[in-house]
T-cell receptor, first 111, second 116 residues
Framework: RKEVEQDPGPFNVPEGATVAFNCTYS??????FFWYRQDCRKEPKLLMS???SGNEDGRFTAQLNRASQYISLLIRDSKLSDSATYLC????????????FGQGTTLQVKP | EAGVTQSPTHLIKTRGQQATLRCSPI?????VYWYQQALGLGLQFLLW???????NRGNFPPRFSGRQFPNYSSELNVNALELEDSALYLC???????????????FGPGTRLTVL
């Protein structure tokens, strides 16, 4: 079983739709949580960190449920430019320098 | 401010050869990380260097090695190349060796290695 699991999709949604991505992690000692975005054949870029209290950045909302070991990302009012692969990322409690990536969920926003 | 840079952009080698990939971190960053992204697989952690020392390595064979220079740039070497080493190799850098929500790893554009 992979340490970080995501539904690979693809999610095909119309512009303006709300879409939610889910991610589960298996190591209860995981410490920090992030969502990265990766455009086709480009490098990953940090979209947002995920905090226990939940956090919002514009149209993006991230939630963390430590008890269920579950992370989510909600995108409201989808734009064409949101089309990308969204990577769920966790780190372990010890200082390993290692980001543990999920396989990514592909989003395609259509006009 | 310049981001993480990597060279070459593309590299084509044959099985059994050696490949050398290079990375320059963002100015002021001391930590450099290497990741492999093979087709159909997620990003896999390879190596972490900080202040010239190897701090951690992922589950890869010893023929994957590297080093960090005094100017914090880094080199990844892959010996005895195999077909399955074909992948995008991404380098990232961060301010400190500790990873928390404030010490983001910034990724470079990657080197696409093809082994024939």
């Amino acid at each position: 079983r992979k340490e970080v699991e995501q539904d690979p999709g693809p999610f095909n949604v119309p512009e303006g739709a709300t879409v939610a991505f889910n991610c589960t992690y298996s190591n209860s000692a995981s410490q920090s949580f992030f969502w990265y975005r990766q455009d086709c054949r480009k490098e990953p870029k940090l979209l947002m960190s995920v905090y226990s209290s939940g956090n919002e950045d514009g149209r993006f909302t991230a939630q963390l449920n430590r008890a269920s070991q579950y992370i989510s990302l909600l995108i409201r009012d989808s734009k064409l430019s949101d089309s990308a692969t969204y990577l769920c990322v966790v780190t372990r409690s010890s200082n390993t320098g290692k980001l543990i990536f999920g396989q990514g969920t592909t989003l395609q926003v259509k006009p | 401010e310049a981001g993480v840079t990597q060279s070459p952009t593309h590299l084509i080698k044959t099985r059994g050869q050696q490949a050398t990939l290079r990375c320059s971190p963002i100015s002021g960053h001391t930590s450099v990380y290497w990741y492999q992204q093979a087709l159909g697989l997620g990003l896999q952690f390879l190596l972490w260097y900080d202040e010239g020392e190897e701090r951690n390595r992922g589950n890869f064979p010893p023929r994957f090695s590297g080093r960090q220079f005094p100017n914090y740039s880094s080199e990844l070497n892959v010996n005895a190349l195999e077909l399955e080493d074909s992948a995008l190799y991404l380098c990232a850098s961060s301010l400190l060796g500790q990873l928390n929500s404030y010490n983001e790893q910034f990724f470079g554009p990657g080197t696409r290695l093809t082994v024939l």
